[in-house]
C-alpha cells in the first residue's frame, strides 16, 4: 500500500465505506448506498473502485442478478497492519500530512455528529473526549494498548439493533520527551 492509498483511506465517505463492511463483514455496493444513503451513487461508485484500487478492500465473490454480476466486497486482512508496516518507509512531512488528514476527518465527523437532532440535549451520552498523560515504559505502553484492544474487541462483532449506534472512538499516542 502506497502513501496515496494510505491519504484515501482517510475520505470521510470512504470511512463511512470501510465501516459499513467492518459492521457488514461483506457487502454489495447496493447494500452500501442502501447503508449510506446521503451519497449520490456515482459517488459512491468512485470511492469503492478508489478503495478497490488501493487494496483496501477486496471483491470476494459475484452474485448474477438478472444477467449483471454483482460483486461482493469486504475488506483486506488487517489493512491497519499494512498501514503501520508502511509507517516506518514514510518521511516526517508524509506521517506529519496523514496525521493532519486524521484529525481533520475527526474533526468533520465531529461537528457532523453535533448537528444531529436531539444530540446535544444529551451530550454526555451522544459525544466525549478526553486526555491524559501517563509515565510508561515502552512494555507497559504496549500491554495498555493491548488490554484497551481487548476490551474493545469484546464489542467488535456488535450486530445492529435497536438502540445501538455506530460510534467511533480514535486514540493517538504520542511521546513526549521529558528531560
Keep these: 500500500m502506497n502513501i496515496a492509498a494510505i491519504r484515501s483511506i482517510l475520505d470521510p465517505v470512504r470511512i ?35 478503495l ?4 483496501v478492500i477486496q471483491v ?8 449483471i454480476l454483482e460483486k461482493v466486497y469486504a475488506i483486506r486482512e488487517n489493512p491497519s497492519q499494512t498501514v ?11 506521517l506529519s500530512t496523514i496525521f493532519s488528514q486524521f484529525i481533520l476527518n475527526i474533526v468533520a465527523e465531529f461537528n457532523s455528529c453535533i448537528t444531529v437532532p436531539g444530540v446535544m440535549g444529551n451530550v454526555k451520552k451522544n459525544i466525549g473526549f478526553s486526555s491524559m ?6 512494555e507497559e505502553m504496549i500491554k495498555t494498548m ?30 513526549t520527551q521529558r528531560s
Excluded: W
Excluded at 498523560?133 to 515502552?138: A, K, M, Q, V, Y
Design 16 to 50: 463511512r465505506i470501510i465501516q459499513q463492511l467492518s459492521m457488514k463483514k461483506t457487502a454489495t455496493t447496493k447494500e452500501l448506498a442502501l447503508a449510506c444513503g446521503d451519497i449520490p451513487q456515482a459517488t459512491l461508485y468512485r470511492h469503492v473502485n478508489g
Design 52 to 55: 478497490l484500487k488501493n487494496g
Design 60 to 67: 470476494v465473490s459475484e452474485n448474477k442478478v438478472r444477467g
Design 84 to 94: 503501520n508496516d508502511q509507517i516506518g518507509t514514510i518521511t516526517v512531512e508524509e
Design 133 to 138: 498523560s501517563l509515565l510508561l515504559t515502552d
Design 146 to 175: 493491548k488490554e484497551l484492544n481487548q476490551v474493545f474487541m469484546k464489542r467488535i462483532d456488535n450486530q445492529a439493533a435497536p438502540g445501538r449506534k455506530l460510534r467511533k472512538i480514535s486514540t493517538i499516542l504520542t511521546t
